[in-house]
């Protein structure tokens, strides 16, 4: 799917029933519908939540912040825009430890990157590597 400031219902909804049916071979907790995908596109700004590359023209994917094979459940709140290549690069990691390779890698402190690190009990002002250890 190509970020557009106002994908067409139907593309939405043959992409929120792609998703759905993807989290249900899973047997992933929850549904979405074609206002959440499209709350996920519009509030990202066009840019991939974990890296922040603007992906206006380009393609995105839907990425299930905490996996489904880790618990995530297929709603609104644990979805983000993203990148193919951060994307393809999470995989099945833990939301937390794939925010720390970023952050090690020299990537920015975007609000996805806070939000998991917080709900991991860490926090990007602390010096990670002292709060791990401790
Ligand atoms: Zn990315």
Known sequence: MRYQDLPSAAALARYAAELNARARSRQAK??????????????SAGCCGWCAVNLTGAAFEIDH???????????RSNLVLSCASCNRKKGEKAAAVFALELLAAGGE???LISRVLREAGLSPKVPIQTKLLS
Do not use: C, K, M
């Open 30 to 43: 929850g549904q979405i519908e074609i206002d959440d995908l499209r709350d996920v596109i519009l509030s």
């Open 65 to 75: 912040i905490q996996a489904l094979n880790r618990g995530g459940n297929h709603v």
């Open 109 to 111: 402190t975007t609000t």
